[in-house]
């Protein structure tokens, strides 16, 4: 299915590396707990903006966008522990991080356009 809309696309694109990295850490490194967490986290930017896409409503909108925007944060946070428990290392968590930081911004750049209009 092909979509016309760049942070769906992107946050669908990064759902598909969480799930890759899900399945390293408890195949490859036996990681469990703060794996599962990055999953639900991860896979729920681009969930949460599927249903913002479709909404009733401006405020339905700008609540499910902030939704995706404060889970993107959290597993920008899932990464960092990761990282600094060394399950991952730096080069593994600087090019999944660059994809969560710019879910991010464009993330932020839409919640604050949909809370001005």
Known sequence: MKSDNIVFDKSKAFAIRIVNLYKYLTDGKKEFILSKQL????????ANIAEAICSVSRNEFSAKMHIAYKECSETLYWLELLKETEYINQNEYDSIASDCKELVRILSAITKTAKIN
């Open 39 to 46: 999953l639900r986290s991860g896979t729920s930017i681009g």
